[in-house]
């Protein structure tokens, strides 16, 4: 089992910058891919950003490359989202997600793929 906390999250105009936390519970985090989601007022949850159980392999939504940065330190247990130039339209509960996996670079999109989900923290970008 793994346990995730999400932190970070805020009120901040746009233009500013957050960074994400997502602590995960146990000596499982190294062999899981971890991915960030949101869900905006009314929105179905999507993802956001995804990286390999390595931290090798990366990958972004389109509306979010170039200003946000998906990282890990495994010896921390914990994952992080870098937001950079936020929008308000990047206002949302933010999730971060992890999934047991066999394969160091696989980086997983599909929410439904993703074995555990933490509470998720509220981003707030005022125009």
């Known amino acids: 089992q793994v346990q995730l906390v999400e932190s970070g999250g805020g009120l901040v105009q746009a233009g500013d910058s957050l960074r994400l936390s997502c602590a995960a519970s146990g000596r499982t985090f190294r062999s899981c891919a971890m991915g960030w989601f949101r869900q905006a007022p009314g929105k179905e949850r999507e993802f956001v950003a995804g990286?390999?159980?390595?931290?090798?392999?990366?990958y972004y939504t389109d509306s979010v490359k170039g200003r946000f940065t998906i990282s890990r330190d495994n010896a921390k247990n914990t994952v992080y989202l870098q937001m950079n130039s936020l929008k308000p339209e990047d206002t949302a509960v933010y999730y971060c997600a992890a999934e047991f996996t066999l394969q160091a670079m696989l980086v997983v999109t599909t929410q439904g793929n993703y074995d555990y989900w933490g509470q998720g923290t509220q981003v707030t970008v005022s125009s």
């Open positions: 990286i390999s159980r390595s931290g090798i392999s990366t």
